[in-house]
């Protein structure tokens, strides 16, 4: 009994040590968590250290001045925040590929002679109003693959090309194109522009665009008001169902128009919609389409692959009667000038139709 005593003394000693030292153990105290990082280091790479320096003491040092090419500078792919200030001897700027997110008034104060400007790929938002209408040499602006929820105003009389496609913009707003009478191709695809957008007056002032692309887009309707000067008219990947009749009637110039992967049908197609003097090629693929619409005899390339076609009468399609083929003639004048045809993915068996080949003699290429 005594050996079992000495033994469990002890261990009861070191039990009640144990106790006692977590009793006078102090409080554990409540760590502050380290204040979190700002985002910007977290997502966007570092600025680029400066480069050397160059032959021209105003020559900023995040960019490049090529030495043969004075008038141009490269700030490009940088990962550059800000525009940076631009020498006035600058005619051409190149700051795609950064990460730019605003146009403050102050952007481009000093180089007033700009004639062409590079803001692709950045993260741009916000344009201030007053940044491009002092730029009255510019000719050229690039601001595709930005952020961009409208298209921006004050812009200057001078510009003939305007590309603001891979944004967000959803307004354009009153009076943004009035005054843009030499602009020659307007790029708008792949944006966020529905039928709401447009009215009679939206395009007022364009009278010599040659090129307007608003495809992928949320169209379901063709926008009013479009000028009819244009050679190039893009409208693919829209919900577009039906063309109003007489829609493209003074469209004297268009030569180029692509109305793919929309929801065409035959009810919505007037029989004469694209029986235009000057059309080369019309695009009408991935529609609803059963029938193949009347065209002009100087059509030239025609794709209607991807529809719901059954059955073509060559006889009916003809923009020219089979009759006058057999009448005596030294020249092809009266036979249509059609030279390539895709009717791939319809519900068409061969062979192809006789009366269609007898109508269209200059086929290069049908893909059935």
Not at 43 to 49: F, G, M, R
Not at 282 to 290: D, I, P, R, S
Request: contains cysteine; aromatic residues 8%; positive net charge.
């Amino acid at each position: 009994m005594k050996v079992v005593a000495s033994l469990l003394f002890p261990l009861i000693l070191v039990l009640i040590c144990g106790v006692n030292g977590q009793r006078r153990r102090p409080p554990k105290k409540r760590v502050t968590p380290p204040p979190s990082e700002p985002v910007e280091p977290t997502e966007l790479p570092p600025p680029l250290p400066p480069g050397p320096p160059s032959i021209f003491p105003d020559c900023p040092r995040e960019c490049f001045c090529p030495p043969d090419f004075p008038s141009a500078l490269y700030c490009d792919s940088r990962n550059l925040r800000k525009v940076p200030i631009i020498p006035s001897r600058v005619h051409y700027v190149y700051l795609q590929n950064n990460f730019i997110d605003e146009l403050p008034e102050e952007s481009f104060k000093n180089a007033t002679e700009l004639r062409w400007i590079n803001l692709d790929n950045n993260r741009i938002k916000k344009v201030d109003k007053r940044v491009l209408e002092k730029l009255d040499h510019l000719v050229f602006l690039y601001m595709e693959r930005n952020h961009l929820k409208e298209v921006p105003g004050n812009l200057p009389p001078s510009l003939e090309q305007l590309r603001l496609s891979w944004n967000r913009i959803s307004k354009i707003p009153s009076g943004t194109f009035n005054k843009l009478e030499h602009l020659l191709l307007l790029d708008l695809h792949h944006n966020e522009l529905n039928d709401g957008v447009f009215n009679k007056n939206t395009f007022k002032g364009l009278k010599n665009l040659m090129q307007l692309n608003l495809a992928h887009n949320r169209l379901q309707k063709l926008p009013p008001g479009v000028p009819n000067a244009l050679h190039q008219l893009f409208l693919d990947e829209n919900r577009i169902d039906d063309i109003p009749n007489n829609y493209f009637q003074d469209f004297h110039n268009l030569a180029f128009l692509r109305l793919n992967y929309n929801k065409l049908s035959d009810k919505g197609l007037p029989k004469n919609s694209f029986n235009l003097t000057n059309l080369l090629v019309l695009h009408l693929a991935h529609n609803n389409l059963t029938n193949i619409p009347y065209i002009n005899a100087k059509l030239e390339h025609l794709y209607l692959n991807d529809n719901s076609i059954e059955k073509i009468n060559g006889t009916q399609i003809c923009p020219t009667s089979l009759i006058s083929f057999h009448e005596p003639s030294t020249e092809l004048e009266n036979v249509p000038r059609l030279r390539y045809l895709r009717l791939d993915g319809n519900q068409l068996k061969p062979p192809i139709p006789l009366d269609l080949m007898m109508c269209f003699r200059l086929l290069q290429s049908v893909i059935f």
